[in-house]
C-alpha cells in the first residue's frame, strides 16, 4: 500500500486521510509509493502501452484503480533539442523541455490533474489554493472539469494579466489579497485547517508532487531511458523541484535509469532564500520579508518546500544560482527569438541561470543539460511587448510598406 509519510519524524498517514502537515512534529508530508505494485507494472511494460503523459504512470500514482481521473490531456510535453540557443552559451547537448505545451500553459497542470481527482475521490466539493498565478489557473480549470466549487487567493495587483483570466473564466472565485504570496498561503493554510470540508491544493499537498514528477519521468523516456547529467528549473514555493527528483529518484529505484542527474534550482535576487542558503552550506533558509521580481511567479519569501528542494539539490551533488531581473528578460527575448520558445519571465530564468553557471565555470561545456521552461509565454504578454520595439504604423499604402521594410519600390 502507498501512504504518506513526514520528511521529518517519519509518522506515517493514510492514503486517504486529509492532513496536511505532521501531527505529530508539524513538517510536510510526503507520498511513498507501493513500489513492489509498479516493480510489476515496470516488469511488464504495462505502462509503456499508452501516449506520453501524466496518465501513462497510473500505476505510478496514488489514486485508487476504480477511480474516474479529472484530465485535459496534460503531460507529453516536447524536450526540444537546443543547438542554436547552446552555440550562444557555448554548450554541446542542451534541452528544454517545455511546459507551457500543457493544456492551462504551465506544468501546474500535472499536479492538479492528480491533486484534484484525489480531491474528488476524497468527495470534497470545494477546493482552494494560494497563488502567484498558473496555480489558480489551472486549479480553476480542473475545478470546472470536475464540477466543483473552487476559491484562489491571489496577491493583489501582482499577477500576469493572463492567469488572472484564466482563474476568472473558469469560474473560480478570486479574492485578490491585500498582501504578498505568502502571506496569501498562510490564509488558505488555517482556512483548511479551520474548514474541514475545503480541500487545499497548494503544493504542500503531496498528491500534486505526485503528478509533478511525472516531468521526471517523461524526460527519461524522452532521452530513451537515460538521465541528462543536469537538471535546471526555477524555484518559487520549491514544489517543482522536490517533485522532479523525486521522479528520477523513482525511476533511478526501479532501474529504469542508471545516473541521477545533479538538480540545479534558480531564482531571482529579490526571493531566493533557498538559492542563498544552499550557496551559503546552509541547511535552513531565513525568509525573504517583501520578495520582489519581475518574475512575479516566482515572488516567494517564504517557500513551503525548502526543505525538500534542499535535499534534492545535496543529495544530487547539484547547486543553487540567483539572477537578476535584467538577466531574465533578456534570455526570456534571447530564447524567444533563437529556439522558437515563448516563455513566462519565471520559465527564463532556468536559462538565465544556465548562462551565470557557464560564465562562472560551473557547468562544462560538454554536459547534457534539460532546462524546464515551467509556463507559457502568453501567460504575462505585457511584460513581453514592454521589452520589444513597438509596432510601425504605416499608412494602407504599398509605397508606405515598401518604404517601412526599406525595400525600393519598382
Ligand atoms: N515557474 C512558474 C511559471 C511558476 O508559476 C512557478 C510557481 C514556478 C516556476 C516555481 O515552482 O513553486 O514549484 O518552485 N508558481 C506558483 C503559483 C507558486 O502559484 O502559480 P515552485
Redesign the pocket.
Known amino acids: 500500500m502507498s501512504y504518506q509519510e513526514c520528511i521529518n519524524c517519519h509518522e506515517k498517514y493514510g492514503i486517504d486521510e486529509i492532513v496536511y502537515f505532521c501531527k505529530k512534529c508539524g513538517d510536510i508530508l510526503e507520498i511513498k509509493i507501493n513500489m513492489e505494485k509498479i516493480v510489476e507494472t515496470v516488469k511488464n511494460k504495462n505502462y509503456m502501452k499508452t501516449t506520453l503523459s501524466v496518465w501513462r504512470y497510473r500505476e505510478f500514482m496514488p489514486i485508487h484503480e476504480t477511480t474516474n481521473v479529472v484530465t485535459l490531456n496534460e503531460g507529453g510535453t516536447g524536450l526540444h533539442r537546443s543547438e542554436r540557443l547552446g552555440e550562444a552559451l557555448g554548450l554541446t547537448d542542451l534541452w528544454i523541455k517545455n511546459?507551457g505545451e500543457n493544456p492551462t500553459g504551465?506544468?501546474?497542470d500535472r499536479g492538479m490533474t492528480v491533486g484534484v481527482t484525489k480531491a474528488v475521490e476524497l468527495g470534497a466539493r470545494h477546493v482552494i489554493?494560494?497563488?502567484?498565478?498558473?496555480?489558480?489557473?489551472?486549479l480553476a480549470a480542473y475545478a470546472a472539469r470536475a464540477g466543483i466549487r473552487c476559491t484562489v487567493l491571489i496577491p493583489s495587483g501582482k499577477i500576469a494579466y493572463g492567469?488572472l483570466s484564466q482563474a476568472m473564466i473558469h469560474g473560480a472565485k478570486v479574492l485578490q489579497v491585500r498582501g504578498n504570496?505568502d502571506e496569501s498561503l498562510e490564509f488558505v493554510l488555517k482556512l483548511a485547517e479551520k474548514h474541514r470540508s475545503i480541500y487545499l491544493l497548494?503544493?504542500i499537498n503531496p498528491f500534486r508532487i505526485e503528478g509533478?514528477k511525472s516531468l521526471g519521468y517523461e524526460i527519461c523516456e524522452q532521452l530513451e531511458h537515460n538521465a541528462p547529467d543536469r537538471l535546471i528549473?526555477?524555484?518559487?514555493?520549491?514544489?517543482?523541484?522536490?517533485?522532479i527528483w523525486k521522479g528520477f529518484s523513482e525511476f533511478y529505484k526501479l532501474g529504469l535509469i542508471t545516473k541521477l542527474p545533479k538538480m540545479t534550482g534558480i531564482q531571482a535576487v529579490g526571493s531566493a532564500p533557498i538559492a542563498k542558503a544552499i550557496k551559503s552550506h546552509s541547511n535552513k533558509i531565513v525568509p525573504v520579508a517583501e520578495p520582489e521580481t519581475v518574475?512575479t511567479?516566482?515572488r516567494?519569501g517564504a517557500?513551503v518546500?525548502w526543505k525538500k528542494?534542499i535535499n534534492a539539490v545535496n543529495e544530487s551533488h547539484g547547486t543553487a544560482e540567483t539572477v537578476t531581473d535584467e538577466e531574465i528578460l533578456d534570455t526570456q527575448k534571447l530564447l524567444a527569438q533563437v529556439e522558437g520558445i515563448f516563455v513566462?519571465p519565471?520559465?527564463a530564468?532556468s536559462i538565465a541561470g544556465l548562462k551565470k553557471l557557464v560564465r562562472n565555470g560551473v557547468i562544462n561545456k560538454n554536459e547534457r543539460i534539460v532546462c524546464v521552461t515551467?509556463?507559457h509565454g502568453l501567460?504575462d504578454p505585457d511584460t513581453a511587448v514592454k521589452m520589444c520595439e513597438k509596432p510601425i504604423e504605416v499608412d494602407a499604402e504599398m509605397s508606405a510598406i515598401e518604404n517601412a521594410l526599406g525595400i525600393k519600390s519598382k
Open positions: 511546459e504551465s506544468f501546474k489554493c494560494a497563488s502567484t498565478g498558473n496555480t489558480s489557473a489551472s492567469k504570496f497548494n503544493s509533478q528549473v526555477p524555484v518559487g514555493n520549491a514544489g517543482n523541484i522536490s517533485a518574475a511567479a516566482i516567494i517557500p518546500s528542494a513566462e519565471a520559465s530564468s515551467t509556463g501567460k
